[in-house]
């Protein structure tokens, strides 16, 4: 999340005004290290003149990056943040070295001077970290005027944060800008007097914002892991330099490590809950290798999720409300959703999130609907309101039951939440059974009038409704790359995966069965994926609705397939 380059630009002028009179370092104080790795596909097209901005394509061959326009302008914002470096840096050629270098001094020359979007704390930091991780590919060949250019921009930048770094929004935007002033401070000539205020600063974000469960406030899986290695390059730059990292720093990476390794599946990708995504790929297994925390046994939820896992199934449930205010901006109502993973392969899914695609997929991935859970025809399990400038999580789903436990059978999951209370009368439970082996996943969806108030509100709903009772959908949303038939007469479904594995999914037979299009949404990619969604559907008559249901590997994967190779690319190329 960018901050808005509208707020406080004024303060961000005036701050830039006096940063480009301050005096200029010469050099760095060591060799930078590349710490932000990028995509090579995504260099590729970069080198080519295919721009992609969210989702977008811009073909513009000979153009440079800031006169291409998308059809949003806003979304040219992200690309002040020069996280193209990363990509470009990633394939390495001559031909990429030669586009970074020419986009670089343009933007010195256009922007240099506190001019255009990028003028924001948050983008600042992200723009100086790899400013600075490249600056060896960056430098290379360049003339003395032209070197001068560069550490002159630097400089004044530097100075820019020091000055305007609280104005970051709390949570990612902060730390960016934060983890970018350490890493200037620490590696360039003349800065040292900016690092100690910093760490002190980031070290009170850490306390702040990473809680005692090692989650954040959004309880967004990929954000949470962007905090992790921000704070990762933080403390291996101090340690680098001689200093000792805050107690802080290093006890927030130490809650992080685990609850990020209970939200990552089976092939490595984290689970895709409240707009974010898997992850890139990599980035996990560096950034938890870089901050050198042993793996331990986590108990209970992670950031509201819990984790049932066994053999090569991993299970992912959010099992909590939703967060509000300001963490809320782009939280999903999907409280008991759940994904399943089996060995590399995702299986069960959510949609994911579609503010890529526009404000139209963003407000569609939120819903309910779009996930793997049960909801009422026509009512998110928590709903949208507006609020705080973006749609904000009003009426949000409670978690007013919990257990778990891991019995010889298996690791149980027993969750309740309250998200129709209010609406219908009725709270949704969802039981679930990992057998011991990973090979089936045993539900039990119940719809409910729990309390003398819920059975009054059902009721008058009923009578209101001329008996006619509440249409319901237990959802299922397939991977794009499991190929699913309706099998058995139309009484289960045969789900195949590339792998070879098999699976079949069946139910009680007290909700219609179907076999739905659904989607499946990727930053990474131009347009949502088509893809399919099992669905149950009935409607609730009376103070107590049950669905069983039951998704069982009926086919392992050959023993003679390693299943390593993966189809789905990160970038179309």
Known sequence: MTSTPRKGSLGNRLAMWRALRAA??????????????????????????NFQFAGEVVEAAGKVIWDVVPSDPSLAVEAQGFVWLDDLAAVGDLAARGRAQAWTWEWIARFGRGKGAGWTPDLTGRRLLRWINHALFLLSGRDRAQTEAYYRSLSAQVVFLTRRWPEAAAGLPRFEALTGLISAGLALTGMEARIGPAVAALADECAREVDAQGGIPTRNPEELLEVFTLLTWAEQALSEAGRIPPQALVEALERMAPTLRALRHA???????????????????????????????????????????????????????????????????????????????PLIVSCGSGAPFGAEWRRAGRATASHSTLAVEGFSSSRLAAGEGREVL?????????????????????????GWSATHGLSHSRDLLLASDGRKLTGIDTLAAQTPAERARFERLMTDGRLEGVGIALRFHLHPDVDAALDMGGTAVSLALKSGEIWVFRHDGHAKLSLD?????????????????????????????????????????????????????????
């Open 24 to 49: 200029p370092v010469t050099g760095f104080v060591s060799q930078p290290e590349p710490r932000s790795i990028g995509l090579y596909a995504r260099g590729k097209q970069l080198v080519a003149g």
């Open 267 to 345: 092939d490595g990708g984290l689970a895709r809950f409240h707009g974010g995504g898997r992850g890139m790929e990599g980035r996990l297994d560096q950034a938890l290798a870089q901050a050198g925390v042993r793996p331990t046994g986590a108990a209970g939820l992670a950031m509201g999720f819990a984790r049932l896992a066994s053999g090569r199934t991993t299970v992912i449930v959010d099992a909590d409300a939703p967060p509000d205010a300001r963490a809320g901006q782009a939280a999903h109502a999907s409280t008991a959703a759940f994904e399943l993973t089996s060995g590399r392969r």
């Open 394 to 418: 009003t009426d949000r789903a409670e978690v007013t039951a919990l257990r778990q436990s891991v019995f010889p059978e298996g690791a149980h999951l027993y969750l309740c939440h309250s």
């Open 517 to 573: 299009p659904s989607v499946y949404l990727e930053k990474t990619r131009l347009k949502p994926r088509p893809a399919r969604q099992i669905v149950l559907s009935t409607r609730a008559m009376g103070l107590e609705t049950q669905i069983g249901w039951t998704l069982a590997k009926a086919q392992d994967t050959p023993l003679a397939i390693r299943d390593l190779d993966r189809d789905d690319m990160p970038v179309p190329i």
